[in-house]
Structure formats: C-alpha cells, structure tokens
C-alpha cells in the first residue's frame, strides 16, 4: 500500500492550498481516509476524515469551516482544501487509510509520508 501526499507549500496567512492524496495497492473505494498534521514538538493531531463513499466527514473544531476533505474514487485521491490558513496551521500533512476504532485518533494500518505546509508572511 502507498499513500502519495502532495501540494504542501509555503503560503501567507489568509491564503489557501489544496492537498491531495493518491492511493495505490488497496481497494481504496471501501476505506476510510484520514488527514492529520504535526507540527515540530507537538502531537500529530487529527485534522479531518472522510467515509468511503463520501458521504460522511468529520473535521476537527480548529480546521471547521476553513478546511474541505473530499475524495474521489475513480482517481484513488482524497484532498484537503484548506483556506483562511493561519500560522498555526504550519505542520506536516498526513494522510491515512484504514482507521482501527475512531477515525479521529492516529490508529491508522496505512500512512503517506506527510507534506509540508507552511503559513508565513
């Protein structure tokens, strides 16, 4: 299984970027995709998930209204528009597969290698 992040960047507070990641080696139409983020010193910490059909998605309080996980099953990706980006959203960005329990703990079977996002002025 391979989770391949990318669109991190650099960016000014209030601007946006759109995260993808692409799924292979799973029947990624039936799992559970999660975004997560650590920033240097802290916890990853939970940022968004999605069901398998879309149809359900649950965001963390600090990213709601500001942050869009959606996925599309015909290219094995899920992505994370995020807008009004704050410096406190400065972390690395993982992507998961596969919860075991909840979906907004980090007991995922599968994780990307995480993506750079950085807000500065």
């Known amino acids: 299984v391979q989770l391949q992040a990318s669109g991190g960047g650099l960016v000014r507070p209030g601007g946006s970027l759109k995260l993808s990641c692409k799924a292979s080696?799973?029947?990624?139409?039936?799992?559970?995709m999660g975004w997560f983020r650590q920033a240097p010193g802290k916890e990853r910490e939970f940022v968004a998930a999605i069901s398998w059909n879309g149809n359900l998605r649950y965001s963390a309080d600090s990213v709601k209204g500001r942050f869009t996980i959606s996925r599309d099953n015909a290219k094995n990706t899920i992505y994370l528009q995020m807008n009004s980006l704050k410096p406190e959203d400065t972390a690395v960005y993982y992507c998961?597969?596969?919860?075991?329990?909840?979906?907004?703990?980090?007991?995922?079977?599968?994780w990307g290698q995480g993506t750079q996002v950085t807000v500065s002025s």
């Open positions: 998961a597969a596969d919860p075991q329990g909840v979906p907004s703990l980090p007991n995922y079977n599968f």
């Open positions: 080696g799973l029947t990624f139409s039936s799992y559970v």
